[in-house]
């Protein structure tokens, strides 16, 4: 057992950790930070390949929100990129706009439809479901079978192992349907990537002569006696040695190409596979990044149900066993759980460091009392 000196322990330098450890340095709190990789950044860490292309070794990470605080906070570590994120699905060999818009409507069936002609198609084509429960519905509910059937149902059993009618509807949700042309993956008000990259971020935000961080430390080999706070950003029921069993996450395989010598290999970041192969998608770097190079790198993303936690599986089951963590967690008085792990939520970045924010600001009032 080794000793870390410092009274606050923050386990994890992802969103969550280096947002929470960042925030209680600054209240002149004395933090020390590990992670059990050897890295900072969590999942949202990034790298220059073997060929130099900035690539994240995670899967694609593309930076979005509505919140002005966390736009303000974030804004304080890094410089940004202005990019809006485009995706395409390829249904039949044919590439299609993804989400759903009116373009995508006209291409598929060769119409020709304005935006209340796809309003009207839409409202034909649609199955109302009430009450909307699950992601089958939610898909049912706004587009009907047809569109199910080519973009969302595959999909869905192949990313996460399971029929999207065995899924909470928040999981389907997160994409939109457009009687509009917009062909843009997300809306929010501040979309950008930070300029130097995610892991030149997580640094300047963890360069703060309150705190120390530790890679290569896991948890497991510290001695707790030494803190008199621990905020945890790992998988809640690994805290508890899984005592009521395992919460299910999804994982992903990735596999990582550079191609050289080619200017472009898709037209945009981000290109679906619904129907086709084992991998759900191929994402390019350099849309994301607007990095020249002579070549150029992709990952492919394989879902599996081994490896590392990177999903949360949204379920009715699943929340209940989280409920009964939960309720160990909240008799916790010197631990806090945060990030997209610790509190098994389909959080976005932009929402961990939201609730991190949030968590900081309870333990600054909790440890002042
Ligand atoms: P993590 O980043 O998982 O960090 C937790 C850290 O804790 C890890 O580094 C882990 O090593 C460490 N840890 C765990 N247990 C221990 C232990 N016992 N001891 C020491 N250390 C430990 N969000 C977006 O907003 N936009 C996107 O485009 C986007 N794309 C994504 C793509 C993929 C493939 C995935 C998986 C997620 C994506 N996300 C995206 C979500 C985003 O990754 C998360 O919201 C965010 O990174 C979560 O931060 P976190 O700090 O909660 O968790
Ligand atoms: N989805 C789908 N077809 C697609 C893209 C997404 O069916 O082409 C569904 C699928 O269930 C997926 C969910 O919508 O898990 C959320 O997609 P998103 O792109 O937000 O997933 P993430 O980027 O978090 O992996």
Known sequence: MSMLHGRILIVGAGFAGSTVARALAEASHTVQVIDRRAHVGGNAFDEADAHGVLVHRYGPHIFHTNSEKVWEFLSRFTE?????????????????????NRNTLNQLYGLNLDEAGAAAFFERVREARDPVRTSEDVVLNSVGRDLYEKFFLHYTRKQWGMEPSQLKAGVAARIPTRTNTDDRYFTDRFQAMPLGGYTRMFQNMLDHPNLTVRTGTDFADLDRSAFSHIV???PIDAFYGQCYGALPYRSLRFEHEHVPNVAQYQPVGTVNYPNDHAYTRITEFRHLTGQMHSGTSIVREYPTGEGDPYYPIPRDE????????????????????VGRLAQY????MDQVVAAALVAAQRICERLRQ
């Open 80 to 100: 940004w990129r202005p990019y809006e994120h485009r995706v395409q699905c390829v249904v039949a060999g044919q590439r299609y706009p993804f989400p759903i």
């Open 232 to 234: 945890y950003t790992g």
């Open 318 to 337: 699943n929340e209940v066993l989280l409920k009964q963590y939960e309720a160990l967690a909240a008799r916790e008085e010197n631990v806090t759980f």
């Open 345 to 348: 939520r389909y959080y976005n």
